[in-house]
C-alpha cells in the first residue's frame, strides 16, 4: 500500500470512529441556554429599555427626510402565522407609529420551492439609484422588494414575481435572514445565512456582489462565514 492510499485509510478510519458530526461547529453552550429560559411578557420589569410595545424581532432601521422607519419580523405563535410586514415610524425616537407594508405578504409571495414558512428579518436600505430596496425571507426563501419610498407602496422588484434565492438554492445553505450592505464606493452586497441546513452544515454565510440594479449578480456566491457564525 502506498503512502497516499494509506493516509485516505487512516482519515477513513478516524472519520468512523469519532463520527462525522465532531468535525461540526460547536455551539456555545451558554448561548444555548439562554434559550431554555421561559420568556417574561414584553413589559415585565428586567426585559431591558424596550423601544417598542410587543414582541417585535430582526429589526433593520432607516432615517429618511428626518423620519426614522423601524422594520421587524412580527412575532407570532408559530413561524408559519407570520403573515405581513410590520413597520414603525417616528420623528424623535420616543413615540412610534405601527403600520403594515402593502408588499411583502405571504400571499404574495408563492412559489413552487418555498416552504410555506413565513415572512421574516427585513434588511432595507437606500441605494445608489435612489430608490429603497428591502431583501426579507418569505418561506425560507430571499426575495427583493423596492419602493420609491421607506413607506411605500411597496413591489416585488423582479418582474417574474419570483423570489431572488430559491430555498437552499445555493450549496445547500438554508436561505434566510438577509442583509444587505453599500460600501463607501456604492458598491452593493448581500449576505445570507442559517445555522442549519439539515446536512451537518451548521453556521453558514453566503455573500454576493450585487449589479447596479440591486436584483442580479454577475459572481456565484461565496462562503465568507465568520468565526462563531451562527
Known sequence: MNLKRTKNYLLTALVSAIGFNSFAQNPDRSIINLWLKKDLKFDSPKTGNLLLPGYFTDPTIIEDKGIFYIYATIDMPSWNDITKMAVWSSTDFVNWKCDYLNWPTKEQCLSTTGTGSGVWAPSVIKAPNGKFYMYLTVSQEVWVGVADKPSGPWKNAK??????????????????????????????YLYWGSSDSGRDIEGRCLGVKLNPDMISFTEMPKDVTPPHYF
Open 159 to 188: 418582474a417574474d414575481n419570483s423570489p431572488l434565492f430559491r430555498h437552499k438554492e445555493y450549496f445547500y445553505v438554508e436561505t434566510i435572514d438577509a442583509e444587505a450592505f453599500v460600501d463607501d464606493d456604492g458598491q452593493a
